[in-house]
């Protein structure tokens, strides 16, 4: 039994948005470099990713964070961003889904392992919408590079290992992705919030990962 998600890089699809997004963020940072001061800042990220493929409803919320650079004004700025992120399958799912596959009653499933693993590198362009004197509201939108990998997983039947499933060797796939957020003004810190879709382009159909909560300091 093999069935893990499949990852297969679709970069046909997405040619024209990539285009595009890519004159944008390079128009954007050659208008706003001259004027602009570099931050740094950190971020947690809480999201719900869905894969292509027959697993993808037993995977539960995803958690991890990042880093990320800014440059630019409250109007327009530039963010690079790198983020780690986990999820995990959710074991009565998965147990559901064996005892369907398989037969027998779902409470004599036990699974180690299945986890998946998501590294992303995101450019994006900070559009203010809001700008007050403390809380600036803002679209964002760009693209990047997304790694997944899904780990090696055991099935055991009361206690007995049924099968070895092999994990998903790591394989890089574009994303695009936009979203919108707000930022507090704390003195020299700033708090933000925002929440994105990030479509990951893979094969036949586009995985989509959503962060329901990015929360982040920007210094």
Known sequence: MRHCPQFNASFNSGGSMKRFILTAMTLGFFTTSAMSQVSFGIQGDLTNLNVAGGLKDIYGLGYGGGVHFDVGTPIISFRISGDYIMLSPDQDKYRNYLAKLIGGAASEFSID???????????????????????????????????????????????????????????????????????????????????????????????????????????
């Open 113 to 219: 392992g299945g986890k998946i693993e998501v590294i992303s590198a995101t450019a994006n362009l900070k559009l203010g919408l809001l700008p007050l004197p403390v809380v600036h509201i803002y679209a964002t939108g760009g693209g990047g590079i997304v790694r997944l990998s899904v780990n090696s997983a055991s099935v055991k039947r009361a206690g007995v290992t049924l099968v070895n499933v092999s994990g998903v060797e790591p394989q890089t796939k574009p994303s695009v992705n936009v979203g919108a957020g707000a930022e507090l003004s704390l003195g020299g810190v700033s708090l933000y919030g925002e929440v994105k879709i990030n479509w990951i382009l893979t094969e036949g159909e586009t995985s989509t990962m959503v962060p329901l909560a990015t929360i982040g300091l920007t210094f």
